[in-house]
C-alpha cells in the first residue's frame, strides 16, 4: 500500500545544517512535496521536485531524491530558529485525480 | 492575489450538532481537495471536487460526512452529528488543473463537547 515515513523528530543548534529524511513506497510518484507547518497554521509549500530528478536546491534548500531506494531528504542550510515548525514529506501517487499522501511530520526544534 | 480560504478558523460544536466547514479557493482553481489532520498525525485525504462533481470521496467515512462544490460559492464540507472522534484539523486545498500543485488553505480546527 501508500505509505511516507518520517522520523518524528530532529534538534539542531542556531546555525547547524537540518536534514529531514522521508520514504515512500510508490515508486510511480510523479512528484514529491516538501510542506512546513507552523503552530497553529496551515501548511505552506516549501518546495517539490519531479521524479525524474535528482537534486533540486532554492536558496538555504535543497532537496536530493534517490529514486532507487524510495528516498527524499530536505537540507536546511544555516537553520534558524524561525525554521522550527513541523515538515511534511507528501507525494503524489501517479493516478489520475487522487490526492497528496503524507507522512506524520518531522518536529524540527532549533536552539540558539 | 488571495490564497486559499477558509473559515471559521475555530469551530466549538457540542455532540450531535452540525459543522459546517467552507473553503474559497485561489482565484482560478476549479480543483479542492479536503484533507483531515488529527492531533500529532499528518494530513489524511477526504475527498476531492470540481465544481459541481465529486471526483474521488474515497477518503471520506461513509455515514455523516458530505461536500460539494457548487458553481457558485464556496467548497463546503459538512459534518452531521459530530462525535467527540470528529475533532481535528480540517484543511482545504487548491489547485489550477489536475495533479498540479496543491496549496493549502489556514485551516479550520474543530472541537467536538
Known amino acids: 500500500g501508500e505509505d511516507v515515513e518520517q522520523s518524528l523528530f530532529l534538534s539542531v543548534r542556531e546555525g547547524d545544517s537540518s536534514v529531514i529524511n522521508c520514504t515512500y513506497t510508490?515508486?510511480?510518484?510523479?512528484?514529491l512535496y516538501w510542506y512546513k507547518q507552523e503552530p497553529g497554521a496551515g501548511l505552506q509549500l516549501l518546495t517539490y521536485i519531479f521524479s525524474n530528478m535528482d537534486m533540486k536546491q532554492d536558496q538555504r534548500l535543497t532537496v536530493l531524491l534517490n529514486k532507487k531506494d524510495k528516498h527524499l531528504s530536505l537540507r536546511i542550510a544555516d537553520t534558524q530558529t524561525g525554521d522550527s515548525a513541523i515538515y511534511f514529506c507528501?507525494?503524489?501517487?501517479?493516478?489520475?485525480?487522487?490526492?497528496?499522501?503524507f507522512g506524520k511530520g518531522t518536529t524540527l526544534s532549533v536552539s540558539s | 492575489n488571495a490564497g486559499v480560504m477558509q473559515n471559521p478558523r475555530h469551530l466549538v460544536r457540542r455532540r450531535g450538532q452540525e459543522a459546517r466547514l467552507r473553503c474559497s479557493p485561489m482565484k482560478g482553481h476549479s480543483h479542492v481537495y479536503w484533507y483531515r489532520q488529527l492531533p500529532e498525525e499528518g494530513l489524511k485525504f477526504m475527498v476531492y471536487?470540481?465544481?459541481?462533481?465529486?471526483?474521488?470521496e474515497s477518503g471520506m467515512p461513509k455515514e455523516r460526512f458530505s461536500a460539494e462544490f457548487p458553481k457558485e460559492g464556496p467548497s463546503i464540507l459538512r459534518i452531521q452529528q459530530v462525535v467527540r472522534g470528529d475533532s481535528a484539523a480540517y484543511f482545504c486545498?487548491?489547485?489550477?488543473?489536475?495533479?498540479?500543485?496543491?496549496?493549502f488553505g489556514p485551516g479550520t480546527r474543530l472541537l467536538v463537547l
Open positions: 507528501a507525494e503524489t501517487p501517479n493516478q489520475a485525480g487522487t490526492a497528496l499522501i
Open positions: 510508490d515508486s510511480s510518484s510523479t512528484y
Open positions: 471536487l470540481q465544481k459541481e462533481n465529486i471526483i474521488d
Open positions: 486545498a487548491s489547485s489550477p488543473t489536475l495533479k498540479e500543485t496543491q496549496y
